[in-house]
């Protein structure tokens, strides 16, 4: 075999250990470029071809494509190779983005009961709770209500069955919580109500509610006055505007219902308050002797006011919600939001 030959079979030899030894890109990278790059072992075989004997040359060249040929098919596996070992090691890339889990977190519904309740705990008050499902002399016949009220009618009201209802309003607590104590009382109730609603923009047959109760020897209309502007300060800022205009509830007498001026756009009119500049929010007024009596209060000793409040409605108004039913249909878009 001719010299030239012999010198070749060396080369490729001393190639195969190279590849087969390096053990990173770059590595690789050097051998592939002191074998088959432009001033490698191989172009300098190359550059010599011209002087050798004429009758060898064809032999040479074809072991000298052939030997490029196995060097690159060589040196693209073992790229390939050590590509994979870094993919199946276990070795962290700082530079990838990290995943986030999805962290939940309150409703807004209980977002705005926790803000009432601090305003209102701000202010004396307790809370107090009392179950869904109650009794209709809690629901009702404490609360003075007369036997034809339409309240207790059957399409209003979900009955488990006679006499047991889910409560349509919380004002079952304060029934409950004065049957349970002694005045003073000082309480506030959030909780869940029920209807027979038909859902749309503004109804939804489950929502809450949240009851206030203050019970004491000379509590007056303006000591609920006093508080409810005070609320409604607290939580949507001090240029907001109290009313009470009159109105009957079987539960308070006086009895009336409160409007908060409008927070969309301060009173002047707009879509929300139907361009009246006030929002109506919910009843309220001077416990009933009659509820008193009911409960084993004496209406001779006690005076007391009593207030219910909408916690869907206070919501929509705080974060600015169109639609109670986005309330209760847990949409992770829209709860993300708050
Ligand atoms: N229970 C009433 C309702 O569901 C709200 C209410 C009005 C509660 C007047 C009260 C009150 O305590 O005094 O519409």
Redo the contacts with the bound molecule.
Sequence with gaps: MSEILTFLKTIEEEARSAIEKADDKTALDNVAYSYLGRKGKLAEVSRGFGKLDPGIRPRVGSRLNELKKTLNELITQKAGALTSVLESKDVFDYTLPGKRSPVGRRHPLMQTADRMVQIFRGMGFSVATGPDIDTEFINFDALNTPEDHPARDLSDTFYIKKGILLRP?T?TV?VRTMMAQKPPVRIISPGRCYRSDAPDASHSPVFY?C?GLYVDERVTFGDLKGAIIQFARDMFGPGIKVRFRPHF?P??EP?AEYDFSCMICGGNGCRVCKNSGWLEI????MVDPEVFRAVGYDPGKVTGY???MGVDRITMLRYRIGDIRLLYENDVRFLRQF
């Design positions: 309003h004002s304060q509610q009851e509830f539960f308070t009895s919910s009843g309220a007024g009593a207030f219910g």
